[in-house]
């Protein structure tokens, strides 16, 4: 792309007051990326506030959902990867040498871009973060179900054939169900990367919504290349940039009064 | 389906538009590509179709009866046969010499060539030949008489020729027609008999056989253990004698038994007279079928057709097994395919399993690959002889020694059978399931794993819930790859455990029921046998035929079912996306 941007002096971030108070949840401290030899991410460093929604915003290749699959060690999977600066959880770096990747992935939830239900009922596919857990009790497991469900706004719509394959829902539904998983097991944390990318606008109203509902219940990190749902839904903003978060913010301090001529440039839609 | 689309593109290219518009570049076009596949696709379709048609005409017709014909020749010589076949010969010309000149002057015209007809003459133990040949120019009559009956018999192949007298129950009577009730109830009665003389003496004094066996083997369990002079052998072997002093015993009632039945048997015999006048006395109880050929009802034709058929399919082996039924070939084919699946498809699947999920993607997984993938070049009769050194000496040979060491020197696991048979195919197709179940578990999607994996789920539960039943049609049809490549193979196994005659089914009701270790009968084998290592080939030809197709169906059930269960998992995995 763009060379002389990417070799420009380093920008340092632009951190505006944020939105919340009742403290970090996250902590992302000077964290650097590297797939092989290229450098996806570049000392990042970004608290999240607990209970609110934090939107990444940025063109594609940003490194933004290298930064959120950072977030529940997604990125472990990837071979040749190498990681500098630390992610806390809590105040415990979920890259420690003792840290159990499991575990932290039981206080996560994700919903991916694309719904990726498995191919099991409905009921098995809500109930499922609670399965690999042990959890056989079937009272428990139903419980479970139906509220979880119901904060996805899906119970009235599947509450009669939980027991069909969820393959047969569709995308919006589908997608819902998915976010139902992720709480299923009330997780601390909810990891969105681009939820709404492959559903029409109907469907993307209802999560939209659907994110709107869970704030305050939990930490929400959205992913999104859609400025105007940043705007909608999220209370904070972080805008980044090859690699680098270029502001951070309240979100309409960010929208409205951005201090970075990048953030400008991208929120008026001059390029992105 | 590539081909068809393909076309529908090509015919919709504007040829005809115009003058201004050039034709584009045939190779450019890719119409002569497009040839060379269509007609690699018929070529082979039709080779295919070619074999399978060939296969199934000659099978299916088989079992029709077929007329005789009474063939006079100018010597004076009279043949009864079915024709079987007719060929072109060139006659020597001594033989010609010898000829009138108006077939001198034929066969002149036909450049040399003449014609003559091969006939099944039956009647092996009066002319020590089942087939003749019979050239047409020494024939001087040919009829179809109503009287020649075809006689299926337990021993000597056919008999072709007529009845002359029955004697039922020791006396002497003339039958009229076959359908004479006192001979078509004497023949139901001694072929009932003979039937329950054989199921005594198989299962009966078998079972006793076999506890008199085992007591011996239990007796020289005891002297191994505490020795010969031991108290302990001393009150095994009078215990061992009392219990064959009572087997004995019943050993010569059921003795008794049968040899009532075969007396009574002795006393119903037919006597047969050959065309040429030959007579020949045999037991009813050893006739199979008869039928008036040359005077056969459509449904009379259509009752042997059927009754051929359900010999084949429900009896055994005969007659060095050109005739008869391959029940027990049946039966060792199927279990000796599905104890081979059952071997192959965990032991593949974790192979797979263990090089594309856990193993180190580097140049060690790589050669371990490109073996895998080679196994399937190497000649399948060195797995047999791999078979026979590892599974049944080495292997079976242990087991020998620690398990069954009062049997020795008679081998039970240490020589072919079953198990090994099924172990040693197994190894045969194990690369292609591997092969196939590494390409199903590469094409689960990324996001399904991942969703689980950010549900906290373990790599392990990731792989046991949501990639190996999302993989499961794949690896399904490399284990349908497999069954049909085993079921098929021959080679290896005449050394790892099939035989020619199996005198047991691997199954029993006997203890412990499933003999694993006893050889068996495969149709594969049977197949070669019949067509190639009988003594009469031109008899076996047609049974080749049968079995083959015999085979072939067989295959063909077990894939259908397996690709029934396939597809049903597959339709739970597939539902719509939007
Ligand atoms: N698995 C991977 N291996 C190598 N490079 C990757 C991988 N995933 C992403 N990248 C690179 O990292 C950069 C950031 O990607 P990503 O985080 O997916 O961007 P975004 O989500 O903001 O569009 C891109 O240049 C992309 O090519
Ligand atoms: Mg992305």
Redesign the pocket.
């Known amino acids: 792309m763009n060379m002389d941007i990417a070799t420009s002096a380093r920008e340092d971030t632009v951190y505006h007051v944020k939105r919340g108070g009742a403290g970090a949840v996250l902590d992302i401290e000077n964290l650097s990326l590297w797939?092989g030899q290229?450098q996806?991410l570049h000392n990042v460093t970004m608290p999240m506030e607990k209970g609110l929604v934090t939107a990444l915003i940025?063109p594609?290749?940003?490194?933004?959902?290298?930064l959120l699959r950072c977030i529940n060690r997604m990125n472990d999977l990837?071979d040749g990867l190498s990681i500098a600066g630390s992610i806390k959880l809590h105040g415990e770096d979920i890259y420690a040498r003792d840290a159990d990747v499991i575990a932290l992935r039981k206080r996560m939830g994700m919903v991916f871009q694309k719904p990726n239900p498995f191919p099991m009922s409905i009921f098995q596919n809500v109930v499922y973060p609670l399965k690999v857990d042990g959890v056989r009790d079937k009272t428990v497991l139903e419980e479970t179900c139906e509220r979880a469900l119901r904060s996805a706004a899906l119970w009235n719509e599947v509450k009669d054939r939980l027991d069909q394959s969820a393959l047969g829902l569709s995308g919006g539904q589908q997608q819902r169900l998915c976010i139902a998983r992720a709480v299923a097991a009330d997780p601390e944390v909810l990891l969105m990367d681009e939820p709404c990318s492959a559903l029409d606008p109907i469907a993307t109203a209802k999560i939209e919504d659907l994110i709107s509902e869970l704030t305050g219940h939990y930490t929400i990190i959205i992913?999104t290349h859609n400025m105007q749902q940043a705007a909608r839904v999220s209370d904070n903003t972080a805008f980044m940039y090859l690699g680098r978060l270029v502001e951070y913010g309240d979100t309409e301090v960010v929208f409205q009064t951005p201090k970075s001529g990048k953030t400008q440039d991208y929120v008026t839609g001059r390029f992105g | 389906m590539g081909v068809i689309a393909e076309t529908t593109q090509e015919n919709r290219t504007p040829a005809a538009v115009g003058a201004a518009i050039r034709r584009t570049d045939m190779r450019a076009r890719g119409e002569p590509a497009l040839w060379v596949l269509g007609g690699a696709l018929a070529l082979g379709i039709a080779m295919i179709a070619g074999f399978l048609a060939l296969v199934a005409w000659n099978g299916i017709l088989t079992f029709i009866p077929k007329p005789i014909d009474v063939v006079t020749q100018a010597d004076g010589t009279v043949t009864a046969g079915e024709p079987f076949r007719e060929e072109l010969f060139r006659p020597d010309a001594e033989v010609l010499e010898a000829l009138t000149p108006e077939w001198r002057a034929r066969i002149a015209a036909a450049d040399g060539y003449t014609s003559r007809t091969l006939y099944r003459t039956g009647n092996f133990d009066l002319y020590g030949e089942d087939f003749r040949w019979i050239p047409d120019f020494t024939v001087t009559k040919r009829e179809r008489p109503a009287n020649v009956l075809f006689i299926e018999r337990l021993e000597w192949g056919p008999f072709v020729g007529s009845i002359k007298s029955a004697t039922i129950d020791g006396a002497e009577r003339q039958i009229a027609s076959l359908d004479d009730p006192a001979f078509v109830a004497a023949h139901r009665m001694s072929r009932q008999r003979w039937a329950q003389a054989n199921d005594i003496e198989k299962d009966e004094i078998g079972a006793i056989n076999h506890k008199l066996e085992a007591a011996r083997l239990d007796l020289r369990g005891v002297e191994l253990d505490s020795g010969r002079d031991s108290t302990d052998y001393r009150q095994a072997q009078a215990r061992v004698e009392a219990d064959a002093a009572v087997q004995r015993g019943n050993y010569d009632k059921l003795a008794v038994q049968v040899e009532d039945l075969r007396r009574l048997n002795a006393a119903n015999t037919v006597t047969f007279v050959a065309v040429g006048g030959e007579e020949k006395t045999e037991e009813m109880a050893h006739l199979v079928r008869f039928y008036p050929a040359n005077d056969l009802s459509f449904g009379g034709k259509i009752a042997v057709y059927f009754s051929r058929w359900a010999e084949f399919l429900g009896d055994e082996p005969r007659e060095a097994n050109t005739e008869g039924g391959v029940l027990p070939a049946i039966f060792g084919t199927a279990a000796m395919t599905l104890l081979m699946v059952i071997a192959v498809a965990p032991f593949g699947v974790m192979t797979a399993l263990y090089l594309r999920e856990y193993a180190k993607q580097g140049r060690l997984v790589s050669i371990v690959r490109i073996s895998v993938n080679n196994l399937a070049g190497v000649p399948s009769i060195v797995y047999g002889v791999f078979g026979l050194g590892f599974f049944a000496y080495t292997l079976g040979g242990s087991i020998d020694a620690l398990f069954y060491p009062e049997r020795l020197p008679n081998p039970t696991f240490g020589t072919g059978g079953l198990l090994w048979s099924a172990l040693t195919l197994a190894l045969l197709t194990v690369p292609v399931v591997i092969v196939a179940t590494e390409e199903a578990l590469a094409a689960v999607p990324r996001s399904m794993r991942e969703g689980s994996l950010a549900c906290g789920a373990s790599k392990w539960q990731t792989i046991r819930n949501i990639v190996l039943p999302r993989a499961m049609p794949g690896i399904m049809t490399g284990i349908i790859l497999a069954m049909a490549r085993g079921a098929g193979e021959v080679a290896p196994l005449m050394l790892v455990g099939v035989v020619k005659l199996a005198p047991e089914l691997p199954v029993d009701g006997l203890f412990p029921f499933v003999h694993l270790e006893r050889s068996f009968m495969h149709l594969g084998f049977h197949i070669y046998d019949v067509g190639f290592q009988s003594r009469n080939a031109e008899a076996g030809k047609p049974m080749v035929f049968v079995t083959t197709m015999l085979l072939i169906s067989l295959i063909f059930v077990m894939n259908v079912v397996a690709i029934v269960i396939r597809n049903r998992l597959r339709r739970k995995f597939a539902g719509s996306q939007f």
């Open positions: 797939y290229a996806a940025g594609s290749g940003c490194g933004k959902s290298t990837v992913v």
